[in-house]
């Protein structure tokens, strides 16, 4: 038995003692478990067998090429509803102010008798310096952000009118006309952007594509605008058209300002307060889903440092910049387009409407030519995608030919008005129905080829220089709406020129056509010269951005305290970096001064 334990002992001597007590050996399974890791650790950053960069590439690629065109649909429709609302609710308000019945129940104690004409002086002239300010505010707040400000001016304007006061309704048609030119410079300027994003490089394609896209969206803005009055106003209308034509005795080409004779009694009865009070609800809500729209499903136009690149070139350079870039001839010789542009769509959605299709017709047929009009615009706004093939002056030398021809027509055409005497029937007014709403309809076409032409073309000119292009369309839109204020101060001038010399009517046109026609020839000859001068490749001149400034605060002292707390450290590093040694050759003068 001793030998039996002895030889047991001795085998045990080579083996390893078991741990005490059943006790696990932990130093084992740490090292395991940190095999396991690295084993994972190599598995996760290795290469993945079934990782597909090419279709993790095209998906993000998808993913931001719907999030364009989301942006481009949502700033579209933001934007159609705005102008629906806005032209809507100042439609229904002219119309309703303009009878004397309404201003003398409404306004007889309020002494509002000239509110209208003190709101379209806002809206109007205010925009006249807007050059000044319009690419500040878009630098300093961003395409984005300038659009839902914009339309938040608009929903102020539609407030306003729950209470009709000289303090409220006039300074909100200030702010109008204030925020008139940053919106559609924005609007411009996003639709750019958007396709500069959507394909980075060779974008000229997709900038046709979303200007087109843009435009037959919000020329509905037209059409919709007139569910307030067909919906609403066109039952308190009167249907005796010979009663408010009675005292009309031209029409068309042969009458001066909108309507002369034009009776002030135009509602056979009142509409109730609460109605109103309903439908300006109705609007200001729609107004606040525009809001909504531009401000949660349009993106960004530019990344936040590219934003502050376009700001940090100072503040007096983005001031003095839009007036430089009319050194380059190409934005030069424009100028005439941007003006006709806007002398073209105020007299179609007033000058025509009214002193051709009211007067032979009635105001109860104002919202059809309207719609015509709008429905017109915006489906012939797909024929500027002809410009994919087509070269590109075909878009607007094509409506200028349309409108052309159109002017030389409204130029002979005086139809008879629809009652040339008090109390007798209408005299073949129904027979002008069909005629006027084929102008109407043709100068859509017009309206839409130019519109589209002008912006699309802007943009390709510009498409390599993101940084000018708040510029250009800023100078665009504010020469459209000088064009607007002008036509707002011929209210009262004929529609042509009578009894007058042929060098009086060339040196000095007094007829609302005769200026349309001649802006429109000088715009066409000029944008002749333009391409002409291209196709040479004469050099145009652009004006020099600076470089962004990026000013970091405080940035010696810091240095300057890092130096003092570790000089030893830091030595090395501030060798190189000069404002480095300069807070240290500042710290070792102010040392002497002290030591001495």
């Not at 998808?62 to 700033?75: D, M, T």
């Not at 042969?254 to 009776?263: D, E, L, Q, R, V």
């Not at 001839?329 to 006709?340: A, E, K, T, V, W």
């Not at 802006?519 to 490749?537: F, G, I, P, Q």
Request: hydrophobic share 45%; glycine share 6%; with cysteine.
């Amino acid at each position: 038995m001793e030998a039996t334990d002895g030889e047991e002992l001795i085998r045990g001597a080579d083996e390893k003692p078991a741990p005490p007590n059943g006790e696990i050996n932990e130093t084992l399974d740490i090292g395991d478990e940190e095999e396991d890791m690295q084993d994972k650790m190599e598995e996760f950053l290795g290469p993945q067998p079934e990782h597909k960069e090419e279709e993790e590439e095209r998906k993000y690629y998808r993913r931001k090429r719907l999030g364009v065109i989301k942006n481009v649909i949502s700033a579209s429709v933001a934007a159609m509803i705005v102008y629906s609302v806005y032209m809507g609710l100042l439609q229904m308000q002219l119309i309703l102010h303009y009878d004397t019945m309404y201003r003398e129940v409404k306004y007889s104690n309020l002494m509002l008798e000239d509110i209208d004409h003190k709101m379209m002086m806002g809206i109007n002239v205010t925009p006249i310096i807007a050059l000044l300010y319009t690419p500040l505010l878009i630098r300093f707040l961003g395409t984005k952000w300038m659009m839902f400000l914009a339309s938040g001016i608009y929903a102020l304007f539609v407030s306003t009118n729950y209470w009709e006061r000289y303090y409220t309704l006039v300074p909100s048609a200030v702010a109008i006309g204030a925020a008139i030119v940053p919106l559609w410079a924005s609007l411009g300027h996003y639709m750019t952007r958007m396709a500069q994003q959507y394909y980075e490089g060779a974008c000229h394609n997709y900038i046709i594509i979303f200007h087109s896209v843009f435009h037959m969206i919000f020329n509905l803005s037209f059409v919709f605008a007139q569910l307030p009055m067909r919906l609403v106003l066109h039952h308190y209308i009167t249907d005796d058209v010979s009663h408010i034509l009675c005292n009309v005795k031209d029409c068309g080409a042969k009458i001066s300002g909108w309507i002369p004779g034009f009776n002030t009694t135009i509602l056979s009865s009142l509409p109730r307060s609460m109605l109103l009070i309903e439908v300006e609800s109705v609007l200001m809500s729609f107004a606040f889903l525009a809001m909504i729209m531009f401000l949660v499903l349009c993106g960004p136009a530019y990344r936040p440092t590219e934003e502050i690149d376009l700001r940090s070139i100072g503040w007096g350079n983005i001031f003095q910049l839009p007036f430089k870039h009319h050194r380059d001839y190409r934005l030069r010789l424009l100028c005439p387009f941007f003006i006709y542009s806007g002398f073209e769509i105020v007299f179609a959605a007033s000058g025509f409407s009214l002193s051709y299709g009211v007067c032979a017709l009635g105001l109860k047929q104002l919202w059809l030519i309207i719609m015509v009009y709008g429905f017109s615009a915006s489906i012939f706004s797909s024929l500027s995608l002809s410009l994919l093939r087509l070269p590109r002056w075909v878009c607007l030398i094509g409506g200028a030919v349309v409108h052309g021809v159109l002017i030389v027509v409204l130029l002979a055409f005086s139809p008879i008005p629809g009652g040339d005497k008090c109390g007798t029937a209408p005299h073949s007014s129904p027979d002008y129905l069909a005629p006027i709403l084929i102008i109407a309809a043709l100068w859509g076409l017009g309206t839409a080829l130019n519109k589209t032409g002008v912006g699309t073309l802007v943009g390709i000119l510009y498409a390599e220089e993101k940084e000018r292009l708040d510029f250009v369309y800023t100078i665009y839109h504010w020469l459209q709406a000088l064009a607007i204020f002008v036509v707002y101060l011929w209210s009262n001038m004929p529609m042509r020129v009578l009894k007058t010399s042929a060098l009086f009517v060339f040196l000095l046109p007094q007829g609302k056509l005769s200026i349309l026609l001649a802006m429109l020839l000088l715009a066409c000859y000029c944008y002749w010269v333009m391409e002409r001068r291209l196709v040479n490749k004469v050099p145009y001149r652009l004006p020099r951005i600076p470089r962004p400034r990026h000013k970091v605060r405080d940035t010696k002292w810091q240095i300057l305290i890092a130096f003092l707390r570790f000089p030893s450290t830091h030595r090395n590093v501030g060798d190189s970096n000069p404002a480095f040694r300069r807070c240290r050759q500042l710290w070792q003068i102010n040392f002497c001064k002290k030591a001495t």
